[in-house]
T-cell receptor, first 116, second 114 residues
């Protein structure tokens, strides 16, 4: 299967700890997105990359959050000093990013974070 | 700010009955509209999208949606529900066709009654 993969699928951590999530997009996709989804809500945009460049960050992304996409391939999302309010499903998605395929996101299954 | 409202967080229909999932958007400029579906234990996938071409859009698995500017709506329909349609459905909007920064609704969980 060559879809979007995320790791780990589940992470339980104590408040104040740092966590890192990894996303491997579909190989030919040059855009990579991070969204966050809490219970009963739809996904909320966090940030996106075009190749290795981070082009936009949401105001939801506080300074405790950092995302990288070195070499324009996989991406990591790190949360420092986690808080209980960070508990959510973190979704990664990728896209071809041009032409008739614009708007079509391919999502991974998500990484569920629980902060105790 | 752009937003979408999905009426009904849960919808139940009998197998073979019409499926109607409602989505209304708020916008002062023409939006781009999407429906995504999330099956249990799977990632979200695109059902269909409206990008200012035909107002009636056909998607995968027999679903379609009609863009009605006068009603600011983009409701999702399927003439005959199948058990495999049970999933959560999300309407989303974008005002920039240059990227996939989408604003999603809160979702509608569709249950199919045998």
């Amino acid at each position: 299967d060559t879809g979007v993969s995320q790791d780990p699928r589940h992470k339980i951590t104590k408040r104040g700890q740092n966590v890192t999530f990894r996303c491997d997009p579909i190989s030919e996709h040059n855009r990579l997105y991070w969204y966050r989804q809490t219970l009963g809500q739809g996904p909320e945009f966090l940030t996106y990359f075009q190749n290795e460049a981070q082009l936009e960050k949401s105001r939801l992304l506080s300074d405790r959050f950092s995302a990288e996409r070195p070499k324009g391939s996989f991406s990591t999302l790190e949360i420092q000093r986690t808080e209980q309010g960070d508990s959510a499903m973190y979704l990664c998605a990728s896209s071809l990013g041009w032409g008739p395929n614009t708007g079509e996101l391919f999502f991974g299954e998500g990484s569920r974070l629980t902060v105790l | 700010a752009q937003s979408v409202t999905q009426l009904g967080s849960h919808v139940s229909v009998s197998e073979g009955a019409l499926v109607l999932l409602r989505c209304n958007y708020s916008s002062s400029v023409p939006p781009y509209l999407f429906w995504y579906v999330q099956y249990p234990n799977q990632g979200l996938q695109l059902l269909l999208k409206y990008t200012s071409a035909a107002t009636l859009v056909k998607g995968i698995n027999g679903f379609e949606a009609e863009f009605k500017k006068s009603e600011t709506s983009f409701h999702l329909t399927k003439p005959s529900a199948h058990m495999s349609d049970a999933a959560e459905y999300f309407c989303a909007v974008s005002f920039n066709f240059g990227n996939e920064k989408l604003t999603f609704g809160t979702g509608t969980r569709l249950t199919i009654i045998p």
